[in-house]
């Protein structure tokens, strides 16, 4: 899952060449059960034809920063875990993660063809909306951020959250640092809070009942910052 970091010893650290497998397990995940993305892609006959793009895009996108993980080469799940080290903190940098955005974007344009131009836009200024912009409450404190997670449906309830979960949470408690993550679905938050996940933010979308929940995990002896 990670190089350089403790997780990868019982994880599996995907390649480049591998992302439009990853995207399509994750499209998988998402197009069933996900409100937001139900909300953004209301037509469930293209929602999962749309979301491959928009994963394949935004896995390449991340990349450089995040680590894209799976238990096994049967990807019973995948994880995109981002490491706020990678995120250099330089004008150029910030420049050079736009271009990625940017660059993204225009790749995922193919979308416009199943949801039309008026679909592409909605959804774009829905998830900025649903972003991850409240970690800007950590300030400089290093942090691992649980992107996504998703089980293939045939696994699930076999312990493969916690073989993702635990290696992450090692490597947050021995480098002192949090964990942090959000979530739309209300359902996910015992599974969270079970792994000592506590909301501090919670983010309605206007004109909608969907909330963002926005959690932290914080290591036992961490120091408060």
Request: charged share 20%; aromatic share 10%; with cysteine.
């Amino acid at each position: 899952m990670i190089r350089g970091g403790t997780i990868c010893n019982p994880l599996l650290k995907i390649s480049r060449r591998d992302i439009p497998r990853a995207a399509n397990v994750l499209a998988q995940g998402f197009a069933k059960n996900d409100p937001l993305y139900q909300h953004i892609l209301p037509d469930e006959t293209t929602r999962l034809q749309v979301l491959n793009i928009f994963f394949h895009r935004y896995l390449e996108m991340l990349y450089p920063y995040s680590d894209v993980l799976t238990t096994s080469d049967q990807y019973e799940a995948v994880a995109l875990v981002f490491r706020s080290e990678r995120e250099v903190g330089t004008w150029f940098s910030k420049i050079k993660y736009r271009k990625q955005i940017v660059m993204a974007v225009l790749k995922s344009t193919p979308i416009c063809r199943i949801i039309g131009v008026r679909g592409f836009i909605r959804g774009l200024r829905i998830l900025n909306r649903m972003s991850s912009s409240w970690l800007s409450m950590l300030g400089d404190q290093e942090y691992l951020h649980l992107d996504m997670l998703v089980v293939q449906e045939q696994y699930r309830g076999q312990g493969y959250v916690s073989r993702m979960m635990k290696p992450l949470l090692s490597e947050c408690n021995e480098r002192q640092i949090p964990c942090t993550l959000e979530t739309q679905t209300p359902s996910n938050l015992p599974i969270y809070e079970r792994y000592q996940f506590r909301i501090v933010q919670v983010i309605p979308l206007q004109g909608s009942a969907l909330e963002q929940y926005c959690m932290v995990y914080s290591p036992p002896n961490a120091v408060s910052k």
